[in-house]
């Protein structure tokens, strides 16, 4: 079992639906849990990150943790044309040597 | 713009050759990281480099080597290219390691073709 799993799309809606984004995880260590967009050619850009179950907004994005059933969620309102690039889930532990551990990436069209 | 720069943009390298794939870190970061990231899959991480010392690494074979430079930017070696090697690698770079979070930059990667 993958320590991080993401279903990689595509996923196409049309402008202005919500978009619901997902990972499943299986180590209960993890602490962090950030979401990334990626645009084609480009590096990934960190959007959002949580530490704690529950939601947390920023603008047209909310994250959403739940540490009991080990599932992560981004959720994007009102989409955009520019909101089509791959979205990245990505956990870390905070060890001091310790790496993110990054989904597969979902990629996202959004069809005007 | 980001200010993590990654040369060169794109390489085409033969099977068993050596490559080195250069990253220039963020003003004032001394902390550089790197990524492979195959064709649709997620970023995994190689190793990473904090003042000039390697400070953690990934699950990859020792043909693939770094350095990081006094002046914090680094490179990332490796030898005996093999087909599997074909990626976008990815460098990140920020001001010690506090975690993945504000002021960790991405640069935009080299694209390594191994043919």
């Known amino acids: 079992q993958k320590e991080v799993e993401q279903d990689p799309g595509p996923l196409s809606v049309p402008e202005g639906a919500i978009v619901s984004l997902n990972c499943t995880y299986s180590?209960?260590?993890?602490?962090?849990f950030m979401w990334y967009r990626q645009y084609s050619r480009k590096g990934p850009e960190l959007l959002m990150y949580?530490?704690?179950?529950g939601n947390k907004e920023d603008g047209r994005f909310t994250a959403q943790v739940d540490k009991s059933s080990k599932y992560i969620s981004l959720f994007i309102r009102d989409s955009q044309p520019s909101d089509s690039a791959t979205y990245l889930c990505?956990?870390?532990?905070?060890?001091?040597?310790?790496?993110?551990?990054f989904g597969k990436g979902t990629r996202l069209h959004i069809l005007p | 713009e980001t200010g993590v720069t990654q040369s060169p943009t794109h390489l085409i390298k033969t099977r068993g050759q050596q490559v080195t794939l250069r990253c220039s870190s963020q003003?004032?970061?001394?902390?550089v990281s790197w990524y492979q990231q195959a064709l649709g899959q997620g970023p995994q991480f190689i190793f990473q480099?904090?003042?000039?010392?390697?400070?953690g690494r990934g699950n990859f074979p020792p043909r693939f080597s770094g350095l990081q430079f006094p002046n914090y930017s680094s490179e990332l070696n490796v030898n005996a290219l093999e087909l599997d090697d074909s990626a976008l690698y990815l460098c990140?770079?920020?001001?010690?390691?506090?975690?993945?979070?504000?002021?960790?930059?991405f640069g935009s990667g080299t694209r390594l073709t191994v043919v």
């Open positions: 990140a770079s920020s001001l010690g390691w506090a975690g993945p979070f504000d002021g960790y930059t």
């Open positions: 180590n209960s260590a993890f602490q962090y």
């Open positions: 949580t530490y704690s179950s």
């Open positions: 990505a956990m870390i532990m905070m060890n001091r040597d310790d790496k993110i551990i």
């Open positions: 003003s004032g970061h001394n902390t």
């Open positions: 480099y904090y003042r000039e010392e390697e400070n």
